[in-house]
């Protein structure tokens, strides 16, 4: 049985599931380059049939994530194509005259206000809802049925399918799914999962009791409002909303409680929590508005740390409240809140819990694949899901394209055929920098080694060679290392056992030995992001490490996402190669191929 799974929400994205088993799934951002892309992803669609050699018409069912897409944010699309002057001008015209001052404005209204961004809007895959709603009175009801129409229309032209194929699933029910089949750590057993995020179809926060063949929900509020307020607290910081929550994060430790605690007391007036149960200030009506009063004067970092400080206070105490109540110790946290590593952390080390997992690209990056879980489930509820067993689901560099552009590299670079694993472990002891495409790409924001930029972790002077002329990262921003999962004692406190194989977890380094990974722990609190890697995940990739290790005696190395800040992952040998030429990177790894700079000496 083959479903297809399709997510339109932010980070769109399509993946395939054959009798339980996940056989690929890619984001579209990274064929349209569009990073955080919301729309229908036509061409991640495209792409997963093509690579499973797999048509249209044996598919069985094709399952979308989510009933309500947002209204007019599939034409808006603040998430992929704002810049923060975008989102203050929506709070000043929309939400600050209707949630302050009353006024009736509607989302028609801030589409009207907004309209004027949007370019070619006649190309968009779901036009057919602006012209069957147009000169119309807004009804949310009505204008969600319409869109949720279109929305399926859409998919039944593009793939020639017949409507009794295509179907929803509730978003909520998306994030639970993929947190529950994700985990690696205890799979199949009796689990809480929780979700919370900025808001789903019917909620923010959810309490779901999973077995691996039973499901149910049991609470859900709209009144956890975190992933409002990190969305806002990162625009009000001057950063884009959806996009860069994870900087916010990565402040926070270098202020302190000196600096923070006045923003620390202004985020806990946010919530209580009786129990299981969150409850809102109701006092509050703008989060934005509120916070841009109250924290006027506070220092940039001082706010970081009180956020981050009162997300985990908030979160410790409702997952500690539900183990009490519902006697389960295996907790999975799901939703956009559930990427914040710090957290994570924080839950592992502190709560009553045995073990916190989240998956890997836990917000809305993933409810494809939950999506085709829960379909599975109604469809054979005692069928075993294979869940997560690798990120390694995308597209592989097509090999006729590859030649075409090692013709190209060395009309201007030193070429060299056959590279073996010794010798970029070699160039990697030395200093140099170099990206590494090889094998299937990986799903998700997190590059596994497989579209990577690779570094020596001893070597804290590639940090600002990597930021610099690079990555041009922000400069408080870490960077991780992949660990030889044989050697992970060697580098991380790791008291719970966790295996953390996706980079979603963070834990404290061994002071003993942090300085051999030192490019890439954070340097205010000395917490590393590792990927524990075994042999059977990444062969090649576990050898290269293998190879380093031989030469420095460590079984790691500094591993980043092959992109220019702000630009998707490569996918292909041309977004490869151009992104080389757009760096100063020393070498740039394809397959068994090196292109090396002419102006670096070593050989």
Not at 323 to 332: A, E
Request: aromatic share 12%; proline share 3%.
């Amino acid at each position: 049985m083959y479903i297809l799974g399709i997510s339109d929400s932010h980070e769109s994205h399509a993946c395939l599931l054959k009798d339980g088993k996940l056989i690929s799934c890619i984001a579209e951002e990274r064929l349209n380059r569009i990073k955080g892309y919301v729309g229908y992803p036509k061409l991640a669609i495209e792409k997963v049939l093509k690579i499973t050699k797999i048509r249209s018409n044996d598919i069985d069912h094709i399952v979308v994530a989510s009933y309500n897409a947002g209204i007019f944010q599939l034409f808006l699309k603040p998430t992929c194509s704002w810049t923060p002057k975008d989102w203050v001008d929506q709070h000043n015209n929309y939400w600050k005259p209707k949630l302050l001052k009353n006024k009736r404005l509607s989302p028609l209204d801030d589409f009207n206000f907004n309209k004027k961004k949007i370019s070619n809007i006649r190309n968009n895959p779901y036009f057919e809802f602006i012209k069957k709603t147009s000169g119309k009175k807004f009804n949310y009801n009505k204008f969600s049925s319409i869109l949720q129409s279109v929305r399926k229309e859409t998919v039944i032209k593009h793939l020639k399918v017949t409507k009794d194929k295509v179907s929803f699933i509730k978003h909520e029910t998306c994030h639970q799914y993929y947190g529950y089949f994700s985990q690696v750590n205890f799979k199949n057993k009796k689990s809480i999962v929780l979700t919370l995020e900025g808001g789903g179809d019917e909620s923010s926060a959810t309490i779901s009791e999973f077995k691996q063949n039973s499901y149910q929900e049991i609470y859900k509020t709209n009144d956890a409002m975190f992933g409002r307020i990190y969305r806002y607290i990162t625009l009000l910081l001057g950063m884009k909303p959806c996009q860069h929550e994870y900087k916010v994060m990565g402040l926070a430790p270098y202020s302190s409680e000196y600096h923070g605690i006045r923003s620390l007391k202004f985020f806990n007036s946010f919530h209580k929590i009786k129990g299981h149960k969150i409850y809102r200030n109701k006092k509050i009506k703008d989060v934005y508005e509120t916070s841009k009063i109250n924290l006027e004067g506070e220092r940039f970092d001082g706010i970081a740390w009180g956020l981050q400080k009162s997300l985990e206070d908030f979160v410790l105490l409702w997952v500690n409240n539900i183990i009490k109540k519902f006697k389960c110790k295996n907790i999975v946290l799901s939703g956009g809140v559930a990427q914040n590593i710090k957290l994570i952390k924080f839950l592992n080390e502190k709560s009553n819990a045995k073990h916190v997992w989240a998956g890997p690209i836990s917000g809305d990056g993933s409810l494809a694949i939950g999506a085709c879980w829960a379909k599975l489930k109604t469809i054979k509820p005692k069928i075993k899901i294979l869940g997560l067993n690798t990120i390694y689901l995308g597209s592989e560099f097509d090999q006729s394209q590859t030649e075409n552009i090692i013709k190209q590299a060395q009309k201007k670079f030193k070429v060299v055929k056959n590279i073996s694993n010794k010798k970029i472990a070699k160039w990697l002891s030395e200093g140099l920098i170099i990206a590494r495409c090889n094998g299937k790409m990986e799903f998700g924001q997190r590059a596994l080694g497989n579209r990577s930029i690779l570094a020596d972790p001893r070597n804290h002077s590639v940090l600002d060679k990597i930021n610099q002329k690079i990555k041009f990262r922000d400069f408080w921003m870490p960077f991780t290392p992949t660990i030889l999962n044989e050697d992970i004692s060697k580098f991380i406190i790791n008291k719970n056992k966790l295996f953390s194989p996706f980079m979603t977890m963070a834990f404290s380094t061994n002071k003993f030995n942090k300085n051999k990974i030192i490019a890439a722990v954070h340097p205010a609190d000395q917490t590393t992001r590792p990927q524990m890697l075994r042999k059977e995940e990444n062969k090649e990739y576990f050898d290269l490490i293998k190879e380093f290790k031989k030469l420095t005696g460590v079984g790691a190395l500094l591993n980043t996402s092959y992109n220019l800040h702000g630009e998707a992952i490569v996918e292909n040998p041309k977004q490869a190669y151009n992104t080389f030429l757009r760096s100063d990177l020393d070498i740039l790894v394809i397959g068994k191929y090196a292109i090396i700079r002419k102006t670096n000496k070593r050989k």
